[in-house]
């Protein structure tokens, strides 16, 4: 079976640290992400939330496979109320002068076939496209701002 991956980069003006807390805190992730209430970065556990739109409204399921502080942060993600398939995200934060990149990847795109057009490989590029591009990098350039 063709393995469907998505591969999202982009460096962003804050240090390793300062992007963790972005990623991995629940105050500041609804901030630029989703409120998500149950959020954890331990090991095994479990968080979900909601997507709420005009064409339906989504819950995702997310368990933690792997986690390094401030390097990796490894989860399932599923959309159980449109497929039964799973796929996996990896957030990968690599330290640059000053900078950090932020390296997504999101495989197993192919389990969601069964999910219908809002999961193809494309919207879930541009979803994380807005998600990474636009909405991370405007919550870092506020965080810079108010220093």
Request: aromatic share 12%; glycine share 6%.
């Amino acid at each position: 079976m063709h393995s469907e991956t998505i591969h999202v980069e982009r460096t962003y003006p804050i240090n390793a640290t300062k992007l963790w807390q972005a990623l991995t805190n629940k105050q500041n992730m609804k901030e630029w992400f989703y409120e998500i209430p149950n959020f954890t970065t331990e090991v095994g556990g479990e968080f979900e939330f909601f997507k709420h739109n005009q064409q339906q409204n989504t819950l995702y399921q997310c368990q933690v496979i792997e986690i390094i502080p401030v390097e990796l942060f490894k989860f399932t993600w599923r959309h159980p109320k449109q497929s039964a398939g799973t796929s996996i995200i990896t957030w990968r934060l690599i330290p640059r002068r000053g900078a950090t990149t932020l390296h997504l990847t999101h495989e197993g795109l192919e389990n969601f076939k069964d999910a219908g057009e809002h999961f193809t490989q494309d919207n879930f590029e541009l979803g994380w496209e807005r998600i990474l591009g636009d909405q991370l990098s405007k919550y870092i350039d506020r965080l810079n701002n108010t220093r």
